[in-house]
C-alpha cells in the first residue's frame, strides 16, 4: 500500500531499505512496540494488590476479559482440552484490541521539505518511485492497519494449529485430510490450508485499513465532515472491537478443528 | 480510458452487493429468530454480529483493493 492521496498530497509511511525489495516500515514498527507496552503496563497494573473480596476497578475488568475468552474457548472445544489456550486467547484479545483503537484518535504526519533525500536519524528513507511534489510520512496510525503485521498474526496461530494438530496424534491428524469424509474432499481440505491463514490475516486488515482510509477521507471534507467523522469514529470503535473478537474466535475454532478427535472418528 | 478506476469500481461494486446481500440474510434470519423467541435477543444479536464480521470479510478485501489500483 503505497499511500492515500487527498489534495494532491501524499501520504506515505516512512520505509528503510533493508535489502532489495524488503523495506521496514518505521512506523507500524513504533507502533506494534507501543501498543504491545501499553497492553504490558495495562495488564501488569490489573493484576497489582490482588484482592478476593475487595477487588478494583482494573482488576474486575480483566477478570471480566479472562472469564470472555473463556466463554470463547468452552464455545470452540472442551474446556478442559482448551485451557492451554486462554493466554494465547486473552493475549490475541486483549493485543489487537488495543491495536485498533490506536489508530483512531489522531496522527502524526511530518513534511519531508526535500522528497528525494529524506532521512531518519541519518538513514535514508525509501522514497516510491514517481514525481512527488509534497510529500509527508504519516508517522502513527494502527499497528494492524499494516498487512505484514495482521499476517504475520494469523500465520502464528495457524501454524500453532498445524503443530498441535502433529503433536497430538499425528496419523489422526493426517486423516483429518484424507477421510473427512471421503478423500474427494481433498483438493477442498488443501485449498482450506491456504485460504485460512489468508482470510484470517486480511480480514482484520482490511477492516482497520479501510477505516483509517475512510478517517483521511473524511478528514479531507473540512468543516462538513464533522458529523461525518464522530459517527464514523464511533462505527470504527464498534468494528475494531468485534475484529479483535472474531480474530479470538476464528483461532479458537481453527485450534479446535485441528486437536480435538474423539467425538466422530 | 482509465482502466483502472474502472476496475475499481466495478471491483468494489460486487463487493457492495455481496456485502448488502449477507448482512441482509444474517439480519433477516436474526429478526425471525427473535420474533420466535424473545427471550434469547441478546445471544442472537451477538452472533448476528459475528456473522457479519465474517461476511464483510471478502467485500473489505475488496475495498482495499480498489483502493489499491485507484
Not at chain 1, 528503510?16 to 507496552?37: E, H, P, Q
Not at chain 1, 482448551?82 to 493466554?87: D, I, W
Not at chain 1, 481440505?189 to 485460504?195: A, D, G, K, N, P
Not at chain 1, 483509517?212 to 470504527?236: N, R, T, Y
Amino acid at each position: 500500500m503505497k499511500g492515500v492521496r487527498s489534495n494532491k498530497m501524499e501520504h506515505i509511511a516512512p520505509q528503510l531499505k533493508i535489502a532489495d525489495g524488503f523495506t521496514l516500515d518505521l512506523s507500524a514498527l513504533f507502533m506494534i512496540v507501543l501498543s504491545s507496552v501499553i497492553v504490558f503496563v495495562l495488564c501488569r497494573l490489573a493484576v497489582r494488590n490482588l484482592s478476593v473480596d475487595n477487588p478494583g476497578k482494573l482488576q474486575n475488568f480483566l477478570e471480566w476479559v479472562v472469564e470472555f475468552v473463556q466463554g470463547i474457548i468452552g464455545q470452540a472445544m472442551d474446556y478442559k482440552k482448551g485451557k492451554p489456550y486462554l493466554a494465547l486467547g486473552l493475549t490475541l484479545i486483549l493485543y489487537i484490541f488495543v491495536s485498533n483503537m490506536l489508530g483512531l484518535p489522531f496522527g502524526i504526519v511530518t513534511e519531508a521539505h526535500d522528497a528525494a533525500h529524506a532521512t531518519f536519524l541519518g538513514m535514508n528513507l525509501y522514497i516510491p518511485e514517481g514525481d512527488h511534489e509534497e510529500l509527508s510520512f504519516s508517522w502513527w496510525k494502527s499497528p494492524t492497519a499494516d498487512a505484514s503485521m495482521t499476517m504475520a498474526l494469523a500465520l502464528i496461530v495457524i501454524v500453532l494449529s498445524h503443530v498441535q494438530g502433529l503433536r497430538h496424534n499425528a496419523k489422526h491428524y493426517l486423516k483429518h485430510y484424507t477421510h473427512n469424509p471421503n478423500i474427494v474432499f481433498l483438493p477442498i481440505h488443501l485449498v482450506e490450508i491456504f485460504s485460512k491463514p489468508l482470510t484470517l490475516g486480511l480480514r482484520l486488515f482490511g477492516n482497520i485499513f479501510a477505516g483509517e482510509v475512510m478517517i483521511g477521507v473524511i478528514l479531507g471534507m473540512g468543516w462538513v465532515g464533522i458529523p461525518a467523522l464522530l459517527l464514523w469514529q464511533g462505527f470504527s470503535i464498534f468494528v475494531g472491537a468485534i475484529q479483535s473478537f472474531v480474530f479470538t474466535m476464528l483461532t479458537m475454532v481453527y485450534i479446535s478443528q485441528a486437536i480435538v478427535h474423539e467425538e466422530d472418528h | 480510458m482509465d482502466y483502472a478506476a474502472l476496475a475499481a469500481g466495478i471491483v468494489f461494486g460486487l463487493g457492495a452487493l455481496g456485502a448488502g446481500i449477507g448482512n441482509g440474510l444474517i439480519f433477516s434470519k436474526t429478526v425471525e429468530g427473535i420474533s420466535r423467541q424473545p427471550e434469547l435477543r441478546g445471544t442472537l444479536t451477538a452472533t448476528a454480529f459475528i456473522g457479519v464480521g465474517l461476511v464483510e470479510a471478502l467485500p473489505i478485501i475488496s475495498l482495499v483493493l480498489a483502493f489499491m489500483w485507484q
